[in-house]
């Protein structure tokens, strides 16, 4: 047992270092499985890459069930008393006891999940549209027999519930602001949400905007709706702006350029909201900044680490070869290409001087590299490195790779 | 940027485009840097070539500057400023002879390994084109000249060295003075053949490219009408558009192939007119390659699309459909020029619709270009 634990916890790191392709086949694969078993704990290790890659998951009930309550769910571990949070443990025993309530309504919206995914937006409208109501009635008062299992105290079911409720009364209204989270959400459809959730209490409310902020493009602006509807939804809003604000930056080189150049730039729609929040001030202010500045080193770092790893070592290691066929020198520029979408996305984080010193030295690198290039196919010619400091500096600089020496 | 440059061109704008002739209309030149595709050469005033340029907004009406302010008011690609040097020193502007400047600097690789390869192979097809059409001239001039009653096996299936042999003696038998020896014949086949390199024979049995481009704008029309008619109304309308411009200019094309064809149903006569008078041969010729001029591109642009990026493809397309001059309209037998002008102006609507170049800064669309370069070498 203690085996398969610590083999548990090996094959946990791994995933939660995986790089995102292989991180999205784990899931696919684990997700895959019919009884998971200990594959959960698995992907308990990963949750944070998971929350900023959010793969397409199979939807089942569960799943469905508190897609409204997404940004409340928190390990069971990290769970405290009055923060308007979820604790994982419980999702099973509430999901059974929904199921148990609706019966034979509960079994058919299963079979209706099946073989689709939560990137089915259109299916997790309808079948939320169904499911959250009725869940939000049927769940009792009373604790179920088995939520001991949850490590929770009996107390805490009526704390639990009392969350659930309102969210998935209002479930279709949160998810259609979820869904349009890359567009915002807009405002309407963020106040309407937030609206219907204020009457069931501060902690609600709090636990709606969590679940909204974790997909919005414009959590500020979100927040703002929220703060603005009752003077008691401060708290909430201010609340939800420390959960985005604690948010660790994704883990960039552990992504590929693409998938890393777009979690930055909607990290970088993110801060540029917040910065224009006028609820974040103070402390808030210097953690936004310093979030600013967290994303900005960590782009820059993936800049100069793929430089080096997607140009100039394959530049260098081109000049060295017997052979070089065109596939290679294009894969190379697909690199600078990528690259170049991550320093467009990365200087609007800082000033840009740090890219323009790295660019400079490339450009300065590669044009020492020219003259020993040759003129055959078979060989990387002056022509390649010029292209390469023409995708990555512009046109300009690659002349002067291209010009004769002297 | 796409202010800074629509501001910039402000002072060329020439209102409404209506080009009388096709080299007023301007040569297509494939450029890779976003801001120029599109562009056209053509010869302004004592011969200085001008830059043809869209309204970068999709707006009605063109942007005509002095070739050599290019890199003035845009920062060309590294292949664009070869292409832009190279046709400078063109002496004609044709499409073909600006087809294989850019060939050559695509050969070079200024826009990339597969652009490069694509051009070496597209300009070993064209020599290939021209040994093959000068083959099949001697044989229709064996068909057309040989007497039935000597004998001889058909000439198709005969060897190359007999045909040439027999294509001798045919026009020795044909020459009635001293004015054109069966050498100084071969020789104005040749030349002919290279002339006839695009429209190739009728039924196209050598695969010359331009039927060959007819049959893939066909194909190409008939893939957007297929999109259109499965999409939404917007669609449907841009798509039938497109088809409209197509048919279009398909009409005119079969005209141009059919009468630049029929010169060689009498090779004795063509060569000698080609001896004499080769401009109006030439004339005949090149209507094919001036009418399609700017298509190829076009099918690219479509070809290149992924199923999700076809309405950008569409809208783009429609930005590219060229001008037919009036001149058109003295040889094919309709007003093909008005026809194309009243199409275009239903297009306006979607050319007004075509975003700026938001991500060229990432060099995506630069990317794109360069595969169209590929593509349509």
Known sequence: ??????????????????????????????????????????????????????????????????????????????????????????LAPLAQLVQQRLGARAEAMTAQCEGRTTADLGEVTRLGAMIWPEAALALPSAAPTNWAETGLAAADYEATAALCRPLWQHGELLWSAMAAGAAGPPEPLARAALQAVVPAGPQALTAALMTLVMRAASPGQLAMVAAQLEPQCRAAAQVALDQVLDQAPPQLDLLDLNAATTAVSALVMRIED?????????????????????????????????????????????????????????????????????????RRLSGGSGYDKALATLTEALGRLAPMTGDQDQELRRMDLARLVEILCGPEAAMRVLAPPG | MQADITAMLSRFAAGRYRPITFLERGVAVPFTTPHLLGGRIRPGERRMPELVLANPAGAEGVYILPWSAL??????????????????????????????????????????????????????????????????????????????????????????????????????GLRQDNSLPPSAAVDALEEISSAFEGTGLRGNPTGAPLPLLCLEIATVVQQVMAWGDAGTTEQRHCARLLGQAAEVTLRCARVALANAQAQLEDIWALVHRWRVEPDSVLALVERGEWLLDGWRQICALWRSSQPEGRLGSALEMAALVPVIPAEVGDWCGFDASGEMDATRGGLRTWRRTVKAHQDWATGRIMERNEQLRAMAA
């Not at chain 1, 960590?298 to 070869?321: I, K, N, S, T």
């Open chain 1, 1 to 90: 047992m203690k085996s398969l634990s610590r083999e548990v916890n090996w094959l946990g790191k791994a995933t939660a270092q995986a790089d995102d392709q292989a991180l999205t086949r784990v899931v696919r694969m684990l997700d895959g499985l019919k009884d998971r078993g200990a594959a959960d704990q698995v992907l308990a290790m990963a949750r944070q890459r998971l929350r900023a890659l959010r793969p397409a998951r199979p939807l089942g009930f569960m799943r469905l069930l508190f897609l409204p309550l997404d940004g409340a769910i928190v390990a069971s571990a990290r769970w405290r008393r009055g923060e308007s949070q979820v604790p994982r443990s419980a």
């Open chain 1, 274 to 346: 917040l910065e224009r929040c006028s609820l974040i001030h103070g402390d808030r202010q210097r953690r936004l900044v310093g979030l600013r500045r967290a994303v900005d080193e960590a782009c820059r770092d993936r800049f100069l680490g793929g430089l080096e790893a997607l140009v100039m070592q394959p530049a260098a290691q081109m000049m060295a070869a017997d052979t070089v066929n065109d596939a290679a020198v294009t894969a190379m520029e697909l690199g600078a290409r990528q690259l170049r979408g991550l320093e467009q996305v990365g």
């Open chain 2, 71 to 172: 890199p003035d008011f845009c920062p060309p690609s590294l292949h664009d400023r070869a292409i832009w040097s190279r046709i400078s020193a063109l002496q004609l502007l044709t499409p073909r002879s600006v087809q294989s400047a850019a060939r050559k600097v695509a050969a070079e690789g200024f826009a990339g390994r597969e652009a490069a390869a694509a051009a070496k192979v597209a300009g070993g097809s064209a020599e290939q084109q021209r040994v093959l059409l000068h083959y099949h001239l001697l044989l229709e001039l064996v068909r057309q000249g040989e007497s039935p009653t000597l004998g001889l096996p058909p000439p198709e299936r005969d060897t190359p060295s007999n045909v040439e042999r027999r294509a001798r003696q045919v026009l020795e």
